[in-house]
């Protein structure tokens, strides 16, 4: 069965919310690409799978940071600093979230890159592999419908243009493009899994 890499980006810094939405899409993507690849952890690794586990963890190494920073640096204190202090806890909670994520994901990440180098996984390495999975796709289920359902469309409701705008500066600055220009053309020049 093929895996599928990544989709086609639905938006571009003009909506930054649209795009932190698109992140989480990614971040599902990459996770169950994990976790069928994972199903097969006391097989030899062959070349689609390999490169499939290749390129998702390199996503959760170097392009899921990105979105944590693009929500911890520059969307959550703007609405704080909105005043909206009614929603201080549930910040707190999702950046308390983003550092139990990132634990997480440095044990997915030493796993497989030893059954990456050795081929293959001994039997209670890929239950910690499908386990510590399944605990991570149970958080980020939460994590994302809270900031989809509450968050973002707050933030929507609260930010001003100039803060959106800032936010999308900020965003772009991260993945060292500029907003500037043409927007969808840098975007389109961009690998899928690194938005």
Not at 91 to 114: F, P, T, W
Request: charged share 30%; hydrophobic share 40%.
């Amino acid at each position: 069965m093929p895996i599928i890499i990544g989709e086609a980006l639905g938006n571009d810094f003009r909506n930054p919310l649209g795009l932190l939405t698109d992140c989480h899409r990614r971040i599902e993507n990459f996770l169950s690409i994990l976790q069928k690849v994972a199903e097969s952890a006391n097989a030899v690794l062959d070349g689609e799978q390999r490169e499939a586990l290749s390129v998702s963890l390199r996503y959760f190494r170097e392009s899921a940071p990105k979105h944590t920073a693009d929500e911890e640096e520059s969307l959550f204190p703007r609405m704080l600093g909105r005043g909206q202090s009614d929603i201080a806890s549930v910040l707190a909670e999702l950046n308390a979230d983003h550092r139990s994520l990132d634990a997480r994901h440095e044990q997915i990440e030493e796993l497989c890159r030893g059954w990456l180098a050795n081929d293959c996984l001994r039997t209670e390495e890929a239950t910690r592999l499908s386990v510590t999975l399944a605990q991570v796709r149970e958080k980020y289920v939460r994590h994302i419908t809270i900031e989809e359902r509450d968050v973002f469309p707050l933030a929507g409701r609260i930010l001003r243009p100039e803060d959106l705008h800032s936010i999308a500066q900020e965003m772009a600055q991260r993945r060292g493009l500029s907003v500037e220009g043409d927007v969808i053309r840098t975007l389109a020049a961009m690998s899928k899994a690194e938005v």
